[in-house]
Nanobody, 127 residues
């Protein structure tokens, strides 16, 4: 059973930084996509950043390019999201997601293409 557990959320002032972590367990895929998604109140869940299992293929939403960095540590089975220069509009619940993918040029950013989700961690950015 695949389990994803996020941590690292919190409240920070605009311009600050946070690093989210997602501890993954129970999967046996050799090829997969993992990603960070977020959902603000009253809004749809949106893709923030994705990474393929080889670690070389990453993709970002335009709104976070140059500020956020997705990475993974396979020795720890952990996915990270380093968030710098945070803005109030980054405030949302952040979710980690994963799914097996045989091969992709870039991992999909649509939430519907991921079957496994964490419980979420809240990020609040104050101005």
């Amino acid at each position: 059973q695949v389990q994803l557990v996020e941590s690292g959320g919190g409240s920070v002032q605009a311009g600050g930084s946070l690093r989210l972590s997602c501890a993954a367990s129970g999967y046996t895929w050799s090829r997969y996509c993992m990603g960070w998604f977020r959902q603000a109140p009253g809004q749809e869940r949106e893709g923030v950043a994705t990474i393929y299992s080889d670690g070389d293929r990453t993709d970002y939403a335009d709104s976070v390019k140059g500020r956020f960095t997705i990475s993974q540590d396979k020795t720890k089975n952990t996915l990270y999201l380093q968030m710098n220069s945070l803005k109030p509009e980054d405030t949302a619940m952040y979710y980690c997601a994963a799914n097996a993918f045989r091969w992709v040029a870039y991992c999909p950013a649509r939430p519907g293409q991921y079957n496994y989700w964490g419980q979420g961690t809240q990020v609040t950015v104050t101005s």
